[in-house]
C-alpha cells in the first residue's frame, strides 16, 4: 500500500509528473473521469474517491493530484460530464424537429428523462448541487448556462407559437423544468404507483403532466 493513502500531503510533484507521462497520450484526466461516472452510474456517488478512480484506471494513488486538487474537483468534472450529455440529448432533439416547436418541447423534455431513467446515478449527482464553490470551476458554470440558455430558447419558440403562455422566458424555463425534474424523481423514487404505471406508459404520464403547461391540448395535436 502506497504512503499516499494515507499522508496524500508528501505526494511530490516528481511523483505526479512520472504518473502522467507514463499514460497512454496523456489522456490521463479523461480517463480518471470516466472511471469516477462508471463508479458513480454503478455504486452511488457515496462510494466515489480519488483513489478508488485511481485504482480502476490502473495507476498509483498519486496520479489523479496531476488533474485534481481533491474530490470536489472530481466530482465537478462529472457534474460537468453529465451536463454536456444532457445539453447534447435536448439539443439533438431539438435539432431533429426543426420547426415543429410543439415537438421540439415534448420530445427535448422527454429526453432529459431518458437520460436520467438511463443512468440515474450519473444524472442524480449532476443535478445534486454537490459542488460547494461551483464558482471555482467555470467548465462547470458554462455549460450549466449553456443548458438552461437552451431551455429558455424552446421556451420562446413555443410562446411565439402559442403553445406556453406569454411571461418571462427565463421563469417559464423554470416552470417546465421544474415540470420535468418533479416527474423524473417520482419515477427515480418509486413513488408512481403500480396501479398507475400498469394502466399507463411513462410517456403517456409525461405527456399528461407537460399538457398543464401548455395552452394547445397535446393530445388533439399527437
Known sequence: MSVYTHYPFLITQEAIMSEKSSYH???LKNALIQAGIEIVSSKGAS????????????????APYA????????????????????????YAAVELHQGRPLQQLIEASWSYIEFALKDPNHFKITLSGVVEKEKDY?????ITVKNFKLVVSIVEVCQKAGILRAGPSDLMAVAVWSQVHGFVLLVLEGQIS?????????????????????IVDIGEIQ
Open 25 to 27: 497520450h496523456g489522456d
Open 47 to 62: 462510494a466515489l474517491s480519488l483513489r478508488k478512480v485511481a485504482r480502476k484506471v490502473g495507476v498509483s494513488h498519486a
Open 67 to 90: 488533474h485534481f486538487a481533491d474530490k470536489q474537483a472530481l466530482v465537478a468534472a462529472i457534474l460537468t460530464e453529465g451536463y454536456k450529455k444532457l445539453y447534447d440529448k435536448v
Open 138 to 142: 467555470p467548465d462547470l458554470v458554462e
Open 194 to 214: 403500480h396501479a398507475l404505471l400498469e394502466s399507463w406508459s411513462l410517456k403517456e404520464m409525461w405527456l399528461f403532466s407537460l399538457n398543464q403547461l401548455t
